[in-house]
Structures are given as C-alpha cells and as structure tokens.
C-alpha cells in the first residue's frame, strides 16, 4: 500500500515538474487603450463627482485626485475641477447645481475646445482608527532558588538550588488605520451628451495601516483616494501594462500539407512551401504595434512583417517564403521566430531548416 501512495507522489511531482518545464513565460509590455478609445478626444474636463457618502468633500476632493491622475496619465489634455471653475468664472457661465449630463454639456459648448467630460459618483468615502492588542511573554529576570520539586509520580524531592528565569505575559496595544473608498465614473461627449462609456462597476479601495506607528486617518485616506483615481484613469485612459505569456502559445510555427491542413511544427525542409506563422495575443494588446521576424539564430533579422494587433482577433497567420529565408541565411541549421514590440525583442522560438 505505502509503494503505491509513494508512486503516486513522485509521478504527481514528475508530472508538476513537466508542466512546468513546458511552460515559458516571457513579458511583453503593451499600451493597453481604454475599449472606447477615439483618437479624437484630445480635451477631456473632469467634473466635481456626485457625492452619496457620508463625507461631505468627497465628491471635490476625489475629482481633484482624479484629475491630476488623468492629466500625469498624458492621454488626453486635462481641465482639472479647480481650473474648469476659472474658466467658467471668467467666461461669465454657471454650472447649474445638480446638472445633467445634457446641461453640463451645454454649459462646455460655451467654453469651446473641450471634447469630453468625465464625472461619477462617489459611494463610499470614509476613514477611521481601531485598536488591537498582542498578548506574549516577557522574560522577567534569573533568579537563584533552593527548592523543592515534585517529580512525575507527585514525590516531593529537593535539590542544591540553582537559577531560573521567570516570564510573565505582557500586553501591547497597537492602533491602524483603516480607509475605504468606491467610486464610479462616466465619460460624455460634449458636442452631443452622448456617453461614451461608463465604469462597468465602481472601482474601489481599502487600505489597513501596517503595524508600527499609525498614519494620520487623512493621510490613509487620501493615499485610498489616489489607487481609485488611478483605478477610474485606467479605464478611460491609455496605461502601460506587463502581460506575462507563454511564448509556445504566442508565436506557433507551422507548415501546410498538400490537403491544406496546418501542422504545427519547428522543423523545415526544401520540399516545404513556407514557414507559416500563427500568432494569438489577448485583447489587451489591441492598437499596439509589433514586428514579427525571421532570423538565423543570434543574428540580425532575414525577413519581417510589421502589423497592428485588433482585439477582435483571437490569431492572425504570416507567411514566409522557406526558399527565401533559406538563401538569405545561408541554408540549414537553426533559425528562430521572434517577436518584437517597437524595437525590442519581446520573444523568440528555435526553428530548424534542414536538408
């Protein structure tokens, strides 16, 4: 019985250790655009935020966060709250209070160069301290004793004395703090109040003070304000992104048989037609730029192809002339796929080009 559990443990290990060995993570960083994106939003104005919390700034105060995160972000040309109420001020308009979208639309026409607004609605918005205590003990001092003791069997004995130490528990009370903050958001556009997209849900944060000395509640708070800001700018705004993928999966070699069915490979012959290559990236990549190449190994690319990545896609296939790659590299041996983002190399596969 214990063979069979200890074989079934080392062929779950060597199975654990195969998946992992066929498993080849590379990073490929992207710009990863917002679903709507429209290249001409240039002028985007952030509004005060509605407020449903219990903190009667919280609307102000998370549209300004929010505002100096949209504008560090660099998609779009800014109008915080604070310099949208100059220009409203000196342009003699009024915000109507507690406007729609249609009025605050209007009331932007009139300011003219601003595209898009975005506004919301603050849920929750608040801060507060608690208190927990740690109970442990402490080693109090060594002190020499002549004594006696008891033995296992409750036998009174006596010894010549020595030194013990004593402990006693000590109680240490520790104070965080603790934030929570939700928001949601909605872009329009200005010429029409047309939305252009809304937060499929609010964008929330909560942050607990680590142990040691305690933040002030408001600081806590505002750092809590500052990740939902910039939660509420990668949605609606262009943001870099590290995408973490198995390059087995990414670029995948093939050649085509004489009925037309593709057959994955890395190994090419004369008698091939061409070196096919099926690549499949996730929808995060969409609008991003890439090159797809073929060289001998450790050397300068032979042959490459530039495209754009549509998140529609799930593959999109390249093909490269095995006769024409073969001569310009100089025959058989070992050549790799590889994969670029702007001017780096993102990835890369072994092929072979035989006899």
């Given at each position: 019985m214990s063979n069979k559990f200890g074989l079934a443990r080392v062929s779950g290990l060597l199975l654990l250790v195969a998946a992992m060995a066929g498993c080849d993570d590379s990073e490929l960083l992207v710009q990863r655009y917002p679903v709507f994106y429209d290249a001409a939003i240039k002028t985007v104005a952030v509004l005060p935020l509605e407020n449903h919390s219990l903190h009667p700034m919280a609307g102000t105060f998370l549209a300004d966060r929010l505002g100096d995160s949209l504008r560090a972000n660099g998609t779009y040309k800014v109008i915080t709250p604070k310099e949208l109420a100059g220009r409203l001020s000196t342009a003699g308009?009024?915000?109507?209070?507690?406007?729609?979208?249609?009025?605050?639309?209007?009331?932007?026409?009139?300011?003219?160069?601003?595209?898009?607004?975005?506004?919301?609605?603050?849920?929750?918005?608040?801060?507060?301290?608690?208190?927990?205590?740690?109970?442990?003990?402490?080693?109090?001092?060594?002190?020499?004793?002549?004594?006696?003791?008891?033995?296992?069997?409750?036998?009174?004995?006596?010894?010549?004395?020595?030194w013990r130490r004593e402990?006693?528990?000590?109680?240490?009370?520790?104070?965080?703090?603790?934030?929570?903050?939700?928001?949601?958001?909605?872009?329009?556009?200005?010429?029409?109040?047309?939305?252009?997209?809304?937060?499929?849900?609010?964008?929330?944060?909560?942050?607990?003070?680590?142990?040691?000395?305690?933040?002030?509640?408001?600081?806590?708070?505002?750092?809590?304000?500052?990740?939902?800001?910039?939660?509420?700018?990668?949605?609606?705004?262009?943001?870099?992104?590290?995408?973490?993928?198995d390059k087995n999966d990414v670029l995948r070699p093939a050649i085509r048989t004489s009925d037309g069915r593709v057959k994955h490979t890395t190994n090419f012959k004369p008698g091939n037609d061409g070196i096919y290559i099926e690549v499949s990236l996730p929808p995060a990549a969409d609008r991003n730029d890439f090159r797809l190449a073929v060289a001998r190994k450790k050397q300068s690319p032979i042959a490459e192809q530039a495209f754009t990545w549509d998140r529609t896609e799930s593959t999109r296939e390249f093909f490269f002339a095995l006769p024409s790659v073969a001569e310009a590299g100089g025959g058989k041996g070992d050549y790799e796929v590889r994969l670029y983002s702007d001017d780096t190399m993102a990835m890369e596969r072994g092929i072979k080009i035989k006899d």
């Open positions: 308009v009024t915000m109507p209070t507690k406007a729609d979208p249609e009025q605050m639309a209007d009331t932007l026409q009139k300011l003219e160069g601003i595209d898009a607004f975005l506004t919301g609605t603050v849920s929750r918005f608040g801060a507060g301290q608690g208190t927990y205590t740690e109970v442990y003990d402490d080693p109090w001092v060594d002190r020499g004793y002549y004594g006696g003791y008891y033995d296992r069997h409750h036998r009174r004995g006596y010894h010549g004395g020595g402990y006693y528990p000590v109680y240490r009370r520790y104070t965080y703090s603790q934030a929570h903050v939700s928001a949601s958001a909605r872009m329009y556009r200005v010429s029409d109040a047309e939305l252009i997209y809304a937060s499929p849900a609010p964008i929330a944060a909560r942050l607990t003070s680590t142990e040691g000395i305690s933040p002030m509640v408001d600081e806590i708070l505002a750092e809590t304000a500052d990740i939902v800001a910039r939660g509420i700018v990668a949605t609606f705004a262009i943001v870099p992104r590290m995408l973490k993928l």
